[in-house]
Structures are given as structure tokens and as C-alpha cells.
């Protein structure tokens, strides 16, 4: 940290002041003269949550994209299909089983197996053909669009979160003091949906589980050193079939695990699987292929752009989003995080 | 030898083409093109809209004025881009003498405009209800037996100020043409009562994550008036219901229709009461429409329908109705770049299950608005039951052309909230 600060003292500056300014905006009492600028505590907050809870969604999906790309240079655009198998999935077996919580590990081994197969029957014939590998993958995600749709049909669905789970919690931040005349002081509190609270804080769990798996295991090292150079350690005798068929399977399983999560707080309907590899896609380019740290980084900015974008300005809101990812290829094309 | 042998061919091609269109115009199965919002945010309402055509070719058994009818079905995605891209295939690269559709407002203007580039085909609207379709620039081969946004919230303003006693409101609506339609009507009826709209807020099209939306919602309004529709509606009611939100909702027509109430899910309930209006009624008691409803769920079966037409079924029903009926009445012969077929849709009085619809000077419909309330039946689900019907509501929502043109054409501002115009 320190030698960090050192190398860069004015970048540190720069992102401490930040760090104090959100601090400021999330714990102050507003004063009304800032008010009058950018609008109510309320929407500001809910916009910094929001934001914050929907990258964690974008993660989960992007994080097995990265991880896939990051080791076997595949671009697995049938990466959307396998989130929206997840969403149905997830619905199905949470209706039928009435277990919200059921919904999740199914979702990861169903989906996860699609992944294996995909990996087994699809991607180790053409190694190293990318072209190959890409158009495959499209017409895999068509051909899955189209079966879902026939299987499922074009409705909505909502998995509904348990009942614990459901409606507001108070978080104690203040959005706004009113004195009325009888010199009584009026206090608000921001109410926010305990389901992205614990959806949230789940995708965290699940990124630093993922970088403590990547950084402090075996298999991780394995990974790692798959993703430097693949020739060299299937050259050391390491099992390197084995390990792409591991990581397809987790990272499958997470775009599975997102659908459920993403049908919960959402919904799950015939084109969320583009909208979802595109936010992927995104991510990805933001924080740099293949980095796990900056796929939570890209998330987090795309997530937030996007719920900022939404109620500030509304009208070039959808433009924002590819806005950064311009900004970020014109000036380090590597990705935020990436390595050049 | 090879220019006579490509001569040769070149004519027995002309030929065989010439014969084909022949054949068109004397008989032989009839081709109409369909264009219906199968992909994307709207999956589900242009699902519900082939339905609608589909009950009403099989009332016909597939033939009209002894030809075979023969449908061919073109998705688009609710983009303008799409739907004059699929028109463009039906009509160029299929031959297609009639297309139905589309269904959504962005869409429609978009095809009233390339229908004046293909003057030989007559285009008769699905469902969509942007106000621009048919009242500026209107074209000459482009009809639509279905009322317009605005025309489907007459009746809604009144009811809600009067009956609810709703004093002030605030919008959500997507940023396109159909809600700004359906905004004016529900502005310019709400406001003349006495009523107030405080703030508009637009969201795109296909937004997915409204937590940000909900949060900026005023709380000093009486009551919120949603024009969201689909898979942006389905999205909003489960977040808002997560966020704790209970405020008086005011309904738009595509909030409130079967596509919405019949969801997955308990998002749908928060919608138990709300009033809204538009072209139909679910429980109207109207024999004519019982026996509509009976029809199309004779036509599906229980799981490949809603449990009762949704508007945009009726919509497309209505328009595949007057097409049947008029080349009945024309013996199929659409000679003469179709004159005698567009003259009876001119002129046809149309017997709809959802009342009589006659076609003004812009061959846009006249006809009845329901405003409604839903209600949850015994077995659960959520329907829409009539609380009042407004009849004969034209385009300039019974104002004067000139007054009417005064309000302006509707935008995210327009029309202003005033009590009179």
C-alpha cells in the first residue's frame, strides 16, 4: 500500500479525495444548497447502491467469462445462453420446490455440465482456431435462444425470493431532516430491498473466495500458470485438459448462478442472454481480459454508470456505457486492470 | 448461341413471372405478411397478437372470398429499424399483397412511412398506437381499425380525479412514441377534470433494473400513472414491490393487459385495484365479446394461450376481421392496385368484439375505450373488470381539429397540464 502511494502520490491523492467526497455524500445530512444542485439524498443513494449491487450481478456473469477467455483464449459467446438456461432453471426448480436457496446449486451443476460438454465436444476440436471458436459459438447461442423459446415460451418469469427475504430494510442512513414548526426534527431513513443487499454480498463472498482459490491454492496456481503460458506447463506434465474442463465447468456454473440471481431481481425473458453477453462483453473490456479483480472493477464502474446514467441523464443513459468502454480503449486498450 | 440462349431464358423467366402474378390476381392462396414484435422486451404481446390472427383465420377456415389465405410471419423487435427491415422482406422478397402489423408505436410510423414507397400493397396495423401513424402524413394505403394511445385514455383522467379522487400524479413511462401518446390522452382528460401531473420521468425501452427509477418517484403525489409494458413492466412491479413501495398506481393500457397479469410470479399483485383503460375489458359481460374470448380459447390450448385475449390479440384479430371481410366482399380480386378492397375498408362499419369501429378521413379507427379496474378472481388470477365505457372516441379526442392541433403533438413535455384546451 504504502510503496503504491509512493510510486503514484498523485493518483492517490486524487482517489482519496474521491473516497472522502462519496463518504461525505453517503453520511452527511445534505445541506440544501446541494440539494438545489444534484437533487435529493434519496435518489442519489439508492442510484450509489443500485449501482453498486446490479455490478455485482454483471460480475458474476463476466467473472466466468474472463476466466474462461483468460486461460483458454476462447470467446465463448454462447456465454448469455448458458446465463439464461441458469434463470429458467433457477425459476423452475424454485417453483416446484418451493426452495429459493435449492435454486442456486442446481443452476451451477446443470449449467456447469453444459459448460463441460461445450468444452469437450466443442472447444477442444478447434483449439486455437478463434475465428472458428466464435461464429460456433453464436450459432450455439441461436440454437439455444430458439430451443428455450420453444421450450418455455416468450413470458416473464420471476423467481420469487423467500419470504425473509422480500420487501425493505432500514439501513439507519439518513436521506433527509426536516424541522417542522413545532420545532419537532423530522428524520428519514433510506429504506432498501434486503434481496440486492443479500445478493450483493453474496457475489463478494464469491469473488474473494475465487481470488483466494486463484492466488493461495493449487489449483489456482495451475490456473494462473495456464493463463501465462499453456504449452509450457502441459510441458511440465500438469493435467492442462483437466484444468480447462474444471474452469469451464466453474465459470459455465456462475453464468447459471447469475441467471437465478438475475431472474430474482429482475426477470427472465427470451433476449436477456444478448443483453447479458453484450454487459459481459463490456465488463470484460473495461477491466481487462482475463483478471478477475477487473472484471469486479469494470462491473462495478458499468453498473453504476448505468443506474447514475438512468436518473441524472436519462436520455443519453444507454450511450454512457459504451462511452467508458471508448474512453478506456483509447487510452489503455489492455483494460482498466488488464496486462499489456 | 449463348446471348439467344440467355435471351431465351431471360424471357421464359419473364414469362413464368408474369403468369405467377397472374395466377395472384385471379385466385390461387393469397399471401399476407405479418409483422409481430416476437423478439426482445415485447416477446409476450406479439406472441398474444399471432394468437389474435390466428383466431380469426380459423373462424374464416384460412379462406376469403375463395382464396387461401397463406401467412407468413415476420419478427420484429419493437426498433422502427426492425420493422421496416421485415416489411421490406415480406413485400420485396415474398411477393406479400397485404401485411398486418406491426404491433409497436415506433414501429408504426416507421411502416406508414414505407407504405407510401409500395403503393401496390395495402398495409392494415397490428396494434401499434403512436398518434403520428395516422394523423400526420398520413398514408393512403395504411389502415387502422385499432384507437390510438390517447384515444384508449379517454375516460381514465376523469375516472381517477372524480371517482379515486387523485388530485396530483406523477408519470413513468418508456421514452417512445406510444406512451407519449398514451401520456397526452391521460394528461389532456386528467388535467381537464382538475387534476395536476407534477413530474414525467421517461425510461428507455427494455430497461431491466428500475431501482434507481423508484427511488427518484415523488412521494407527494396521490398517485403514480405507469406506461411501462411487458418485460419493463413485469421488471418494475417485482423491484418496486422489493423496495418496500406502496403508493396508487395508475395504469397505462399495456401495464394492465393480460401479457402483464398473467406474469410468472407475484410481481403482478401489486397491480390488485389499480384503474386503467383501453380498448377492452377482460369480463365484459357483451355477448359479442364472450363469444370473441370463447373463440380464441377454443383456437389454443390452455397452456399455449393467457386464459383470455390480451388487447394486442384483439387488436390484430380485429385488423385480420376487416381484412377477411372486405375480401369477401371484393370476391379475393385485389385488380387495379386493389381499389376495390381498400374502398370497402374504407367504408367498413366493423362488427369488433369490442364494439363498432368505423375509419375516419385518415383511415384511422373511431371506436369505444373502456376504463377498468383489476380485479382477482377466485382461482387467483388477475383480470380486468369495466367500470365505466366511453363510446364513439375519435382521434381529436372530442376536441375540435383546431384546438386539438393547439394541444401539439405529444413529446415528453407535451401537452402541458391545463384545465382547458
Known amino acids: 500500500m504504502r510503496a503504491v502511494v509512493a510510486r503514484h502520490p498523485v493518483w492517490s491523492g486524487v482517489l482519496a479525495l474521491l473516497a472522502l467526497i462519496l463518504l461525505y455524500l453517503v453520511f452527511a445530512v445534505w445541506p440544501d444548497a446541494l440539494i438545489d444542485r444534484i437533487g435529493r439524498k434519496k435518489v442519489f443513494l439508492n442510484a450509489l447502491f443500485n449501482g453498486i449491487t446490479l455490478g455485482g450481478l454483471y460480475f458474476l456473469v463476466a467473472s466466468g467469462f474472463t ?133 450483493f454480498l453474496a457475489s463478494v463472498v464469491i469473488g ?110 444507454v450511450v454512457l456505457t459504451f462511452l467508458i468502454m471508448v474512453v478506456v480503449l483509447a487510452f489503455r486498450p489492455q483494460g482498466l486492470l488488464g496486462r499489456g | 448461341m449463348y446471348k439467344n440462349f440467355m435471351t431465351g431464358t431471360s424471357m421464359l423467366a419473364l414469362l413464368l413471372g408474369a403468369g405467377a402474378a397472374l395466377a395472384d390476381a385471379h385466385g390461387g392462396p393469397l399471401k399476407v405478411g405479418v409483422l409481430a414484435t416476437l423478439e426482445g422486451t415485447y416477446t409476450a404481446l406479439g406472441e398474444d397478437g399471432v394468437r389474435g390472427l390466428r383466431t380469426a383465420l380459423a373462424q374464416a377456415d384460412n379462406q376469403a372470398g375463395g382464396r387461401e389465405i397463406e401467412v407468413i410471419i415476420q419478427s420484429t423487435d419493437t426498433s422502427p429499424d426492425s420493422a421496416v427491415r421485415g416489411a421490406r422482406k415480406l413485400v420485396e422478397q415474398d411477393g406479400v399483397a397485404i401485411v398486418i402489423g406491426p404491433l ?168 390488485i385495484g389499480t384503474p386503467s383503460s383501453g380498448p377492452q375489458a377482460d369480463t365484459w359481460d357483451d355477448p359479442d365479446w364472450q363469444a370473441y374470448v370463447k373463440a380464441y380459447q377454443d383456437t389454443f390450448a390452455p397452456e399455449d394461450r393467457f386464459p383470455s385475449p390480451s388487447l394486442l390479440a384483439t387488436g390484430y384479430y380485429n385488423a385480420t376481421s376487416a381484412m377477411l371481410q372486405c375480401l369477401g366482399e371484393v370476391g379475393g380480386d385485389l385488380s387495379d392496385g386493389q381499389a376495390a378492397f381498400r374502398e370497402c375498408l374504407t367504408g367498413l362499419e366493423l362488427d369488433a368484439p369490442n364494439g363498432t369501429i368505423t375509419l375516419d378521413e385518415n383511415r384511422q379507427a373511431i371506436g369505444s375505450n373502456f376504463v377498468s379496474e383489476v380485479v382477482e378472481l377466485d382461482d387467483g388470477s388477475l383480470v380486468t373488470q369495466m367500470v365505466k365505457k366511453v363510446d364513439g372516441v375519435n382521434q381529436t379526442l372530442g376536441l375540435e381539429k383546431a384546438a386539438f392541433d393547439g394541444v401539439g403533438l405529444p413529446s415528453r413535455d407535451t401537452p402541458a397540464c391545463q384545465s382547458s384546451y
Open chain 1, 67 to 199: 476466466l474462461i477467455f483468460g486461460l483458454m483464449r476462447n470467446v465463448n459467446l454462447a456465454h448469455g445462453s448458458l446465463y439464461l438456461l441458469g434463470g429458467y432453471i433457477g425459476f423452475f426448480i424454485a417453483d416446484v420446490t418451493g426452495l429459493w436457496l435449492l435454486a442456486f446449486p442446481v443452476a451451477f451443476l446443470v449449467v456447469g455440465l453444459l459448460g463441460v460438454l461445450l468444452q469437450i465436444f466443442v472447444f477442444r476440436r478447434m483449439e486455437g482456431q478463434d475465428l472458428r471458436q466464435t461464429l460456433v459459438t453464436i450459432g450455439i447461442s441461436i440454437v439455444l435462444a430458439d430451443l428455450m423459446l420453444w421450450g418455455v415460451g416468450g413470458d416473464f418469469y420471476n423467481i420469487n425470493p423467500p419470504r425473509w427475504l422480500s420487501g425493505p430494510l432500514e439501513t439507519g442512513l439518513i436521506t433527509s431532516e426536516r424541522v417542522r414548526s413545532s420545532g419537532e426534527v423530522v428524520t428519514s431513513y433510506l429504506k432498501y430491498p434486503m434481496v440486492r443487499i443479500v445478493i
Open chain 1, 208 to 317: 474473494v473466495a475465487m481470488w483466494l482459490v486463484l492466488n493461495r491454492t493449487r489449483i489456482g496456481m495451475l490456473v494462473r500458470a495456464g493463463v501465462d503460458d499453456r504449452d509450457m506447463l502441459s510441458a511440465t506434465g500438469a493435467r492442462i485438459q483437466l484444468v480447462f474442463v474444471g474452469v469451464f465447468f466453474f465459470g459455465a456454473g456462475l453464468a447459471g448462478l447469475a441467471g437465478v440471481v438475475g431472474g430474482t431481481f429482475q426477470s427472465v425473458a427470451p433476449g436477456e442472454d444478448i443483453r447479458f453477453l453484450l454487459a459481459s462483453l463490456v465488463v470484460v473490456i473495461v477491466g481487462g481480459m482475463g483478471s478477475i479483480p477487473g472484471a469486479a472493477l469494470g462491473a462495478l464502474l458499468i453498473g453504476c454508470a448505468e443506474q447514475f446514467g438512468s436518473v441524472y441523464f436519462p436520455t443519453y443513459a
Open chain 2, 104 to 271: 409497436s408505436g415506433s414501429e408504426g410510423i416507421a411502416i406508414r412511412d414505407y407504405s407510401k414507397t409500395q403503393p401496390d400493397v395495402t398495409f392494415i396495423n397490428g396494434i401499434s398506437g403512436a398518434m403520428e401513424t395516422t394523423y400526420v402524413t398520413p398514408s393512403d394505403n395504411f389502415f387502422r381499425f385499432n384507437t390510438d394511445g390517447a384515444q384508449w385514455s379517454v375516460g381514465l383522467g376523469d375516472y381517477v380525479f372524480n371517482e379515486k379522487g387523485w388530485e396530483v400524479v406523477a408519470t413513468v413511462g418508456e421514452d417512445y412514441s406510444f406512451v407519449y401518446t398514451q401520456v397526452m390522452g391521460f394528461v389532456t382528460d386528467f388535467c381537464q377534470a382538475g387534476g395536476e401531473v407534477t413530474e414525467r420521468l421517461w425510461v428507455p425501452l427494455g430497461t431491466k433494473d428500475f431501482g434507481s427509477i423508484i427511488a427518484a418517484l415523488p412521494d407527494d403525489v396521490d398517485a403514480i400513472y405507469l406506461g411501462l409494458g411487458g418485460g419493463d413492466a413485469v421488471n418494475f412491479l417485482n423491484q418496486y414491490q422489493q423496495a418496500g413501495g406502496d403508493a396508487n398506481l395508475i395504469g397505462g393500457s399495456i401495464m394492465v393487459d393480460g401479457t402483464v397479469l398473467n406474469s410468472k410470479g407475484d410481481a403482478k399483485n401489486a397491480l
